[in-house]
């Protein structure tokens, strides 16, 4: 909260200064990023708004050192995924996967996606009140799995789980059996442990069955 503060302070001295492009007086993009994964950790609904306040200030910058990177947009739909703003978190992410894809797609390389960002979009909408955040959680998970570069592991298979057995869907117990067995053909063919299914994947596998009433 403080630090939010601070920064409007900083940012009213710049355009009180009349030299908004000042470097003395311009937080680097280490700093902004360090700002949102604070407000990244706290539940409170309107952190997230805050966050996507801080980025879209980023954007405005004419300083490249102040621009957002990566980073930031990771860590702003990870406060989403912290955010109790459960009726829009899910389109929230959704929005900031695509806008990064679209930004790769038209040339900025840094922005490619990677699997921080799947998997925190994949967490975001399991979270979610979203009603179709199980379809779109599996479509980032197709995403992931047609990216050479990009591999799913244990905790992308469990949050795609967890979107199921949100949903309440009557079929979400047969999504979260495919949904495992796919898994273990992951770790079976790739040897790699990080997709070994554990406790965890089996005990979300168990809440989509009952979930669905069909336990």
Known sequence: EEACVLLGELEGL????????DEDLVPDT??????????SRNQLPENAIKAEEIVYQMEQEENVGSRPN????????????????????????????????????????????????????IKTLARSLQ?????????????MKSDEN??????T????????????????GEQANRLLEEQWQL???????????DFITYTSA?????????A
């Open 70 to 121: 990566l980073k930031t947009y990771n860590t702003l739909i990870n406060c989403w995924a912290h955010s109790e703003s459960k009726d829009i978190c899910g389109k929230k992410a959704m929005s900031i996967l695509e806008k990064l894809e679209g930004l790769y797609q038209a040339g900025d390389k840094t922005l490619k996606p990677d699997d921080i960002t799947y998997n925190t979009v």
């Open 14 to 21: 710049r355009r009180f200064t009349g030299d908004i492009s």
């Open 206 to 214: 168990m809440k989509a069955w009952v979930n669905s009433g069909r």
């Open 131 to 143: 009603s179709d955040a199980a379809k779109k959680a599996e479509e980032c998970l197709e995403r």
């Open 30 to 39: 280490a700093l902004y990023n360090s700002l949102l994964k604070t407000l």
């Open 157 to 172: 298979y469990v949050s795609v789980m967890n979107a199921w057995a949100n949903s309440m869907d009557k079929q979400a």
């Open 150 to 155: 990009i591999a799913p592991d244990c905790r």
């Open 187 to 197: 770790y079976e063919s790739t040897g790699n442990a990080k997709t070994q299914p």
